[in-house]
DNA sequence: AGTCCGATCGCCT
DNA sequence: GGCGATCGGACTA
């Protein structure tokens, strides 16, 4: 079943540990996701692109739920969350990891010389699969779009869902111990490696 | 107009 | 485990 507004419409903490198991489906790929993050609100996560309030970049956040927002990362690479919570809030769940489910031969050509394993393993290989990028951020994921959730077949055990410190968020609470909002299936092999979110050395 | 640096990845050692 | 790639957003002046 596919996932609709009234799902997304709830705060960001609640929907990414329900968001485990589910598909995302787009470009001829489905992946299963098996690590998210949660970010708050504006003013609500240091951590957030949203913190400091509405900006160009930031537009779609603050919208209606069920949207993608889509951001451009180290010059190179796109990641993409699903909008939460109400209309001005600008909560947010990052789409970190998955397993390709269907859609094998795709997934193959894009991701050529990559092992299966690391396909959706990291935010940016996850895009990277599912042809997703720039031209979908804003994009709804509620209607019939090209971009679609769907619920798991197979509901996953909540005894298998693992919290802890996102990765790569520094700043207060840098450590994850202020916000333990990453969600993750535990024993997946597709959960990418944990790296303390250590304040990065200046190379100049 | 200029600077800083990032919700990363892939390749190298 | 380290580091370079590569560029746009946010902030300063």
Known sequence: MTLDRSFFARPALVVAPELLGCTIVHGGVTVRLTEVEAYAGEGADPGSHA?????PRTEVMFGEAGHLYVYFSYGMHWCANAVCGDEG???AVLLRAGEVVAGHELAAARRAGVPERDWARGPARLT???AIDRAHDGVDVCGDGPVRFEAPAVPVDPGSVRTGPRVGVSGPGGDGTAYPYRFWIEG???VSAYRPGVIRRRTR
């Open 51 to 55: 913190f400091r309030g509405r900006t």
């Open 188 to 190: 997946e092999r597709t």
């Open 89 to 91: 809030e600008a909560q």
């Open 128 to 130: 990277s699969t599912l």
